[in-house]
């Protein structure tokens, strides 16, 4: 490996691994300028401390992209869970649609709250006012009709779980919300980047590379766990879905990973 690609691939790990801002949150705002207090811990697994598991996530949804998800990983035989949206499901049958694919599978598939409004743009405003913020999951899980007390947050990769508390001070006031009222907090371990047309940034040899090395560097936040992050709308073209295809076949191949959704996850309170 000549000494560009050794920097290449170190800067692409330097900006996976300090990626805790979503890049949609990127686009519509200015990054936040915040001291990122955080406290974390690894956790060991209290299921298979063998097997490593993965947990792809899809957020935003339903959006143009979230067909060749569902498809995708129906083809492979592959679990994910998606974070959908309130506003996105409800504003048309078409979203609806893909609401119902996704509830059609419940072997392969986990649907989760990820707001009802996705702040509308307005993250700082949208964290400073946790008592609204909290009632917005609260229409989105109405919404939605989950049946899994598991979010994500819009644009922040914080978590609060029985055993992870991770998070900028900034949404802290908010998962102490949560928290209270039943729900667990899921952020993601490494994310694959979009460009601002939304077509993913990294390729998807790199990310199973980068997976791989997560796993092998124990740079997750629990031990032989590690959560994905994607948009659905990166995946919206076929050259793109067909990337995604990729990735999991590569992450299949070894026959090292069991793909899991994330009511699995190790410490999630009940
Ligand atoms: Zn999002």
């Not at 989105?140 to 609060?160: E, F, H, Q, S, Y």
């Not at 992050?229 to 992450?251: G, V």
């Amino acid at each position: 490996m000549s000494i560009w690609s050794l920097f290449y691939l170190i800067s692409q790990c330097l900006i996976l691994w300090f990626s805790a801002i979503e890049p949609d949150a990127r686009q519509t705002e200015q990054p936040i300028k915040q001291p990122i207090a955080q406290e974390q811990q690894l956790t060991q697994s209290p299921l298979d401390s063998t097997s490593k598991y993965l947990y792809l996530s899809f957020d935003d949804g339903p959006l143009f992209g979230t067909s060749a998800c569902i498809s995708i990983c129906e083809n492979e035989n592959v679990q994910a869970t998606f974070f959908q949206i309130g506003l996105h499901q409800s504003r048309s049958n078409w979203g609806k649609n893909l609401y119902n694919r996704i509830l059609s599978r419940p072997d392969l598939f986990l649907l989760s709250n990820h707001s009802f409004s996705h702040t509308y743009g307005k993250y700082v405003q949208f964290y400073n006012q946790p008592d609204s913020a909290l009632a917005d999951f609260k229409q989105a899980a109405d919404v939605l009709k989950t049946t899994n007390n598991i979010v994500r947050l819009p644009g922040n990769n914080g978590w609060r779980t029985d055993s992870i508390q991770f998070s900028s001070k900034m949404v802290r006031p908010l998962l102490h919300k949560l928290d209270s009222a039943g729900f667990n907090v899921v952020g993601w371990d490494i994310e694959w980047n979009y460009t601002k047309k939304g077509r993913p940034i990294q390729s998807a040899a790199f990310m199973a590379k980068m997976v791989d090395s997560m796993f092998a560097h124990k740079a997750n936040k629990t031990k032989n766990h590690l959560v994905v992050l994607m948009h659905d709308h990166m995946f919206r073209n076929e050259a793109d879905s067909a990337q995604l295809l990729e990735f999991i076949q590569l992450l299949k191949s070894g026959n090292q990973y069991q793909f899991a959704r994330l009511d699995a996850y190790p410490g999630l309170k009940k």
